[in-house]
């Protein structure tokens, strides 16, 4: 099942490269990084792109990712084309309308790579709102940690506030040299201990350890 899983991804990194003149590159780009690091979580990490998206208001209640993403592909703009990616994104909700037959027949590979672009344009929203630059290891990270939507945010909001690299996932992995380790490592503490006061230093070290422990082997 996984090496069908894995099949698919690839198929959809391919049908991601045949539109680059239609999404863009900065899109395919993008959107096949988080194939890649996704693997089987793509539905997963996707919902929690849409979930802050929607939290941060770069898209509305009911909008979803996967139509964002087959609108994309049928648009005859790129974000390349707007001087905002929230003008992008407007164009393809207002502008674009869904082919729901083509839609609805789509083939896995197809679904898949609609997806990883809809949820590349939800994130480079985020990234815009935010002024920061979010790697999409990230959001693999976070997902796996089962990090609630203010941990996710608040975690963005720390690397932009100490002018950092979002070294998150890299940190979790132990991917890190010493001195930046230390530092990230100081950074999550003190985020933590603003989220909760309560927290003794003790405790919020245990959680940060068990957070490491779901290291990628």
Do not use: C
């Not at 003149?21 to 792109?49: D, Q, W, Y």
């Not at 985020?191 to 779901?214: A, C, F, S, V």
């Amino acid at each position: 099942m996984f090496g069908a899983i894995i099949g698919f991804a690839s198929s959809a990194i391919s049908v991601v490269s045949s539109v680059v003149s239609t999404v863009g590159r900065g899109l395919v780009s993008g959107a096949t990084k988080l194939l890649e690091v996704a693997g089987k979580h793509l539905e997963t990490i996707a919902n929690v792109i849409e979930t802050i998206g929607k939290i941060l208001n770069v898209i509305a209640s009911d909008d979803k990712i996967d139509e964002l993403g087959a609108k994309a592909i049928q648009s005859d703009k790129k974000p390349e084309d707007f001087e905002k990616i929230s003008d992008y994104i407007e164009h393809l909700k207002n502008e674009v309308e869904l082919d729901m037959e083509k839609f609805n027949n789509a083939k896995t590979e197809d679904k898949l790579a609609r997806k990883a672009i809809g949820a590349t344009i939800v994130s480079k929203g985020i990234e815009a709102k935010k002024e920061t630059s979010i790697p999409m290891e990230f959001w693999k990270e976070v997902t796996k940690q089962g990090m609630n939507n203010i941990e996710i945010e608040k975690t963005i909001d720390l690397f932009k506030e100490h002018k950092e690299d979002n070294k998150f996932s890299e940190y979790m992995n132990g991917k890190l040299g010493y001195k930046d380790e230390v530092k990230v490592g100081g950074m999550i503490i003190e985020m933590y201990r603003k989220l909760d006061p309560n927290m003794t230093i003790e405790e919020i070290e245990d959680k940060i350890m068990k957070m490491e422990g779901k290291r990628e082997k």
